[in-house]
């Protein structure tokens, strides 16, 4: 699940930057938050 959230955010920081249409910050915080998801799970992953 958290897969499936990491790939929606970064899909939709893609569509800003394809776009034009950044909304100030907030696609670079989706992008942040893509990132730490992703990291997360490889870390939980190595520990299981």
Same mark, same amino acid.
């Given at each position: @699940?958290?897969?499936?959230?990491? =790939?929606v *955010? !970064?899909? @939709?920081? #893609? &569509?800003?930057?394809?776009?034009?249409y950044? @909304?100030?910050?907030? =696609?670079?915080?989706? &992008? !942040? #938050?893509?990132?730490? /998801? #992703? *990291? *997360?799970? /490889? =870390?939980?992953?190595?520990? &299981?």
């Open positions: @699940m958290l897969e499936t959230i990491a =790939i *955010l !970064v899909i @939709m920081w #893609i &569509l800003g930057f394809v776009t034009s950044t @909304m100030g910050g907030f =696609i670079h915080i989706l &992008l !942040v #938050i893509a990132v730490v /998801v #992703i *990291l *997360l799970r /490889v =870390i939980q992953g190595r520990r &299981l």
